[in-house]
């Protein structure tokens, strides 16, 4: 199975900060196609996951131009400039080309 | 407007059974593979199961840790995806979404399932 290793853990900020979250796969993730299946989802307590990010920089309709991923293989970030309280919450990278799928480990997003 | 809706969570003994409903609106349903994704605090976001198309022969996907315990299942006709579970388990414990892919685009609200004695 492919693991897929999100760091860090915890992200202490404050607002109007600027942050990366990486996402590292142990093994590529382009397809013999050349597709990336590699996604990014915030998850607040009491809602469901929302899709920010996905195939590895389009942001998904309605998401602010805040939010940018980049990357390639098996080494992928997440970029959030000036945070807002709405961006708090728990992020995932979720990597579905390889069966079984598999979500990083999560980061906690929150005020220093 | 898309929207998906999961029902059929509750409290169940170890070693029980439970089916999950989820019913999708506003988009061709039968165009899109399905997946159940779980929610614990202990494991954060974990991919459960996956259904393709009618095209793909309804292909079927599992996570290692449900394999021949869960059992996903569509109705295109209803619009409708279903996850059958048994020989639950404590750590089957969670809150469970559906979500139509690629990418995970659009979830429903989750249904919980606690799993106690």
């Known amino acids: 199975d492919v693991v897929v290793t999100q760091t860090p853990l915890s992200l202490p900020v404050s607002f109007g900060d600027q942050v990366s979250i990486s996402c590292r796969s142990s093994q590529s993730l382009a397809n013999s196609y050349g597709n990336t299946y590699l996604s990014w989802y915030l998850h607040k307590p009491g809602q469901s996951p929302q899709l920010l990010i996905y195939?590895?920089?389009n942001r998904f309709s309605g998401v602010p131009d805040r939010f940018s991923g980049s990357g390639s293989g098996t080494d992928f970030t997440l970029k959030i400039s000036t945070i807002k309280p709405e961006d708090l919450g728990m992020y995932y990278c979720l990597q579905s080309t390889h069966q079984p799928y598999t979500f990083g480990g999560g980061t906690k997003l929150e005020i220093k | 407007e898309v929207k998906l809706e999961e029902s059929g969570g509750g409290l169940v003994q170890p070693g029980g059974s439970m089916k999950l409903s989820c019913v999708a609106s506003?988009?061709?349903?039968?165009?899109?593979?399905m997946n159940w994704v779980r929610q614990s605090p202990e494991k954060g976001l974990e991919w459960v199961a996956e259904i393709r198309l009618k095209s793909n022969n309804y292909a079927t996907h599992y996570a290692e840790s449900v394999k021949g315990r869960f059992t996903i299942s569509r109705d295109d006709s209803k619009s409708s995806v279903y996850l059958q579970m048994n020989n639950l388990r404590a750590e089957d414990t969670g809150i469970y979404y559906c979500t139509r892919s690629h990418p995970f685009d659009y979830w429903g609200q989750g249904t919980t399932l606690t799993v106690s004695s």
């Open positions: 195939g590895i920089s």
């Open positions: 506003g988009f061709t349903f039968s165009n899109y593979w």
